[in-house]
């Protein structure tokens, strides 16, 4: 079929364009400077810097819906049973690490989660991990490893061409910083004013969840990381103390009660019951292991995002008043729970949960006490 009108010439469009071969559907912006399609979504389909096969190629992904992308396999892997049988924090992160690759553009302004993966090579994604971990070596790794279980589940299925996967000789980032870890009298002063500020009337200024300072204690007194604070329910309450459920292989165990400890689990406990009391008709779970202990104003299970986001409040507004002096994640209650566990690193590594003594040496930070040599 033959298309309409022939296009008129624009000087604006680049030179290295021939605008007789311009695909149809593809239009150029002159005042973005962008080559976009009228019936895809999102509107915009290269930068000015694309070649004329990069144009051809584009849209006809475009038309057949990011058939043989990182997106349309990722969608792929998310309906099989390898994916059914991934941890739910596993997925998370496999879904976190493909919306890192949608906000990640090219040089043509193209995600990087829209190209064809039978493209990718190891020089490509070398550079991607280099780019992203420039600021966050951290988000890079994780990139990474998804890449690599991506790329050989697709071969391994059929969904992409059977080759040496591009992504398994990348050079994973260095975290050449080490965690900011704050010390014991200001991890104090920061859950007092946590405690304060949860205090003030919700929406008004200066004021925090009441929930946090309790969790925060939580996850130093347990060593717990938030997402298993979160996670929290109240069939782990026994007699003898609170039973954790750790991740990424910990081993489980139960943190004895001390009046801190108490004192933070009651009152998540009665932050709960003011929530649930005030919406009209709220079913409450029967079983305990159904009722999680942290919930949000709509009495619904916090979310890890939310954590997130109030502990990132927090923290700022600590800078804010003077309390920090310098910004901390969440993470470092665990370190600096950890750290403070009196004992030999055998009773430090039983109460962590950490099935391999090397990982005393990332969350220890406390310089043990010697006797000088020659002295029995």
């Known amino acids: 079929m033959k298309r309409g009108r022939p296009r008129k010439y624009d000087d604006t469009i680049p030179a290295h364009i021939d605008q007789r071969k311009i695909p149809d559907g593809v239009y150029w912006d002159a005042r973005d400077r962008i080559w976009y399609n009228r019936l895809s979504q999102p509107r915009r389909l290269a930068g000015p810097k694309a070649s004329l096969a990069d144009l051809h190629r584009l849209i006809e ?30 997925q998370d992160d496999y879904d976190y690490c493909l919306q890192v690759l949608e906000r990640q553009k090219t040089r043509h302004g193209q995600p990087v989660a829209a190209l064809e993966v039978d493209r990718l090579s190891r020089v490509l994604i070398q550079r991607l991990v280099s780019l992203i971990g420039a600021e966050h070596p951290s988000k890079a790794a994780h990139v990474l490893r998804y890449l690599r279980r991506l790329i050989k589940w697709g071969m391994q299925h059929g ?24 010390d014991k009298a200001t991890m104090r002063g920061y859950i007092t004013f946590l405690r304060a500020h949860g205090a003030i009337q919700t929406r008004r200024k200066g004021s925090l969840p009441p929930y946090l300072w309790a969790l925060t204690e939580i996850a130093y007194r347990c060593r717990l990381r938030g997402v298993e604070v979160v996670n929290l329910t109240d069939d782990l309450e026994t007699k003898e103390g ?32 003011e929530v649930w009391a005030r919406i009209p008709g709220f079913v409450i779970p029967i079983q305990a292991s159904r009722r999680v202990l942290v919930v949000n104003q709509a009495g619904q299970p916090l979310q890890r995002e939310a954590l997130k986001s109030a502990w990132d409040r927090g923290v700022r507004l600590a800078l804010a008043e ?7 994640g969440m993470h470092a209650m665990k370190h600096r729970g950890v750290s403070d566990t009196a004992g030999t690193r055998d009773v430090k590594q039983q109460a962590s949960g950490h099935k391999e003594a090397r990982m005393l040496d990332v969350y220890d930070h406390e310089l043990p006490l010697v006797k000088p040599a020659g002295i029995d």
């Open 159 to 182: 969904e992409c061409a059977e080759r040496e996967n591009p992504a398994a000789a990348v050079d994973a980032p260095k975290e050449l910083r080490a965690p900011t870890i704050p």
């Open 322 to 328: 003077g309390v920090l002096q310098k910004r901390f």
């Open 61 to 90: 992904l475009r038309r057949n819906g990011d058939a043989g992308t990182i997106r349309s396999l990722h969608a792929k892997f998310c309906g099989s049973d390898v994916w059914k049988h991934l941890s739910k924090s596993t």
């Open 242 to 273: 609170l039973r954790t459920e750790r991740r990424k292989g910990s081993r489980d165990n139960i943190v004895a009660w001390c009046p801190e400890l108490r004192e933070a689990w009651d009152a998540l406990h009665e932050w709960r019951r």
